[in-house]
């Protein structure tokens, strides 16, 4: 469905995928929200839609990816003046998942 009828809108490709990350713990479901999330980020790149890709990845077990964007999504928070922390605490806690 979101192929379908929100294929090139970024906030609803994010909002659905992260409602997946909230509500959903299929494995399949899961792998599909990420895709819907990755294509939020190559419309239309910003911290919120990194930030929900990334926690998808990690749901998703990859754990280095998931650090990557997040760092992506710090970043782009920075430079747009938004208060950092909870990325930052997001990134501690994925890098836990490493240990």
């Known amino acids: 469905l979101a192929e379908k009828y929100n294929a090139n809108d970024a906030k ?7 409602t997946a990350f909230e509500k959903i713990e299929d494995p399949k479901k899961l792998t599909e929200a990420e895709q819907w999330a990755k ?4 419309v239309k790149a910003d911290s919120y839609n990194l ?15 998931a650090i990557a964007t997040e760092k992506k999504a710090l970043e782009m928070a920075k ?9 930052e605490n997001v990134i501690a806690g994925f890098e836990k998942g490493l240990k």
């Open 39 to 42: 294509k939020s980020t190559e």
């Open 51 to 65: 930030d929900t890709y990334a926690n998808l990845l990690f749901k998703n077990g990859k754990v280095e990816q």
């Open 79 to 87: 430079a747009a003046g938004e208060d950092t922390q909870e990325y």
């Open 12 to 18: 609803f490709l994010n909002s659905i995928g992260w």
